[in-house]
Nanobody, 118 residues
Framework: EVQLVESGGGLVQAGGSLRLSCAAAGFTFSNYVMGWYRQTPGKEREMVATISSLGGATDYAASVEGRFTISRDNGQNTLYLQMNSLKPEDTAVYYC???????????WGQGTQVTVSS
């Protein structure tokens, strides 16, 4: 059974930091491009950051560039998102995502709430 389980969300004041984790199981983690996405009510889910299968390439949304860092540990099948200098507009449900373009398979986690108070 494929599982993507996010953790680390919560309530933090503006300027603070959080570290999200996503524990993966049920598929070959190192063969998948991983990413973090976020969504607020009434808005479409948006890409926050992605990382290549071996971690050599990353991509960030302009709104988080320089504040967030995505990383992965293929030995532990875990994806991370270090979020610094958080802003109220970062408030959202954050989702872990896995995709293998060759196999045309994609998976989503259940999401974790991040709330940044001003």
């Amino acid at each position: 059974e494929v599982q993507l389980v996010e953790s680390g969300g919560g309530l933090v004041q503006a300027g603070g930091s959080l570290r999200l984790s996503c524990a993966a199981a049920g598929f070959t983690f190192s063969n998948y491009v991983m990413g973090w996405y976020r969504q607020t009510p009434g808005k479409e889910r948006e890409m926050v950051a992605t990382i290549s299968s071996l971690g050599g390439a990353t991509d960030y949304a302009a709104s988080v560039e320089g504040r967030f860092t995505i990383s992965r540990d293929n030995g532990q099948n875990t994806l991370y998102l270090q979020m610094n200098s958080l802003k109220p507009e970062d408030t959202a449900v954050y989702y872990c995502h896995a995709i293998n373009y060759l196999l045309e398979r994609t998976y989503w986690g259940q999401g974790t709430q991040v709330t940044v108070s001003s």
